[in-house]
DNA sequence: CTGTTAGCGCTTTCAG
DNA sequence: CTGAAAGCGCTAACAG
């Protein structure tokens, strides 16, 4: 006994607009070969029935899945937490939607559970984000030949998008300097990431180019956590050596929370103390005063990224491509 | 001629360890009809050969694809970014993860396509979250049988998980009223939204219970953006009237928004204003004062409707459940 | 305990 | 232009 919900497969389409199955797969799949009034009868019989393709099978017949699975490699614990790989995420999703592909948020999973993934054919392609990868999980995921595309982190012979760090954190340091800044700190959640190794180089190269020695006193680690840059700032200030002029954090959220370290110890952004950010989350702007940073288009990195893996599922190796950032000038770092 | 990279088959790895299909497809799927040295055999070729079952012919033959899909229905424009429902997501993930089961995230598809999702059978069920779904679509959806678990709404007939607003609110205005504060506004985003509304009630009661009238000019809608609540706390500045002596957030982003507003027209947090909020967002704990706000175990709400959506897929109906919440009183509420 | 066989629902030759 | 038939890779009877 059959219950009303049971699949409604192609050959009852077939039945119900008198053609063979064949037809009705062609009627389906836009082949150009076939009678106008026969594809419009298919197609009036599949609405009648509500019939959609069985996408296992598809899959089968087709060796695609037409889903990519994302993962987010990062420092912090619950991934999807930082705003950050968040907004790329968004990105991402949209461009595989407009490709109609599907997403498939692996965020937690790891090395083999992410292989895995792909030599299920459970997606035709994997997009890693992050830059806490260890090297020879990439190597191995590059190894296997699967269609990969790596966001905010490189390796060689895999196809990136990255960002520049270094120019962008130059910039920063440029303004800061050319608002007659002097003493500048840096403050970071962690030196163990690429990315903000890349930024602190922008750092000292802009000191350099100054003229200024750069003052290790003034440079701070402060863990990996939401407060990692109060922490780094509260390092600095306890220091002896006079009190910086302006902060530069390595992100935003290492910028905002030295922020906080620097107004519970009395001062005042910008007037004391001037503060610089990178990234520019969605907080930054809102912040009071609102933090001055260095933009990275987030919402194209995984727009770029997902076009990518998506050229790659196709067939064509994809250039890597590095984004540029814009300075965004804002409360925290005028002079007033 | 063929290329190093063909995909392994079962066929190739019965093979290998001399044995039939059949016997191949047990070992893996801990048939315990079968024995021990041949289910070893077996294993060892399958590593040997790095062979990895099919997601796509296993979809096929069970009729499941062990993924559900996760839709995001929000007022705000790309949802991820919504925090909120970032954190939802997360707990979402890890009960997923825990039952091998895969995350198909759908925050930018609406109606019809989510429908796809399963009548495709891309998906075994669906979970919703948000509750700014239109009741038609819910009624459309629940129409179609699909297994379906909605999170932060309900809809007869659909198992639900949800929070206590109303009570939520109501301890927020206790906490309140104890402190002493009489004049206490009401910030929202939107009133369009049955979480808000029942939020809403919840302060009108509490101030009722207190034998308080509600002054209307103390309860304002900012519109849908983060600023929300700045808008609304604006309004009610300038509107005629006494100055609040506390502000109710709907939400975190509506109380840390009007805190922007109540600073900017020169009032301290909390000499001047109490504020508090709701939902105990990450960033509530990081502001300076730290948001005093009613806690939702967002977590728990995805981990919830993620065991809920299993149960529904493997036949049992789940039982709805409501969460509770938990005051956080921190330093925007506390009396200096 | 294990092998053979029949499909799951679709796409794609290959013949008409 | 259309239909019949052959699998895609796997699981689940059904026989041994």
New binding site residues.
Partial sequence: MRTSSE?V???E??ARA?????????A??G?????????ARVLSACRDLG????S???S????RSESVGVAILSRHAPVILNPYYAEVLGGVEMALEAADYHLLLSSLKRNEELLKLAQERRVDGLLVMGCDVAEQVLGALAKTGIPLVLIDNSFDGLPSVTVDHLGGARVAMRHLLDEGYRRIAFVTETLHNANFQARLLGYRSALAEAGIACDEALVAEGGNSWEGGYHAMKAILARAGETPEAVFGANDPAALTAFKALREAGYRVPDDVAVVGFDDIHLSAHHTPPLSTVRIDKRLLGQTGAEMILARINGVIPESVELATELVVRGSSRRV
């Fill in positions: 699949r497969t192609i050959r389409v077939a008198g053609v063979g199955i064949a037809t009705v797969s062609r389906l799949n082949d150009p070969e076939i009678a106008a009034t026969t594809r019939y959609k393709p069985s296992a099978a598809r089968l017949k087709r060796g």
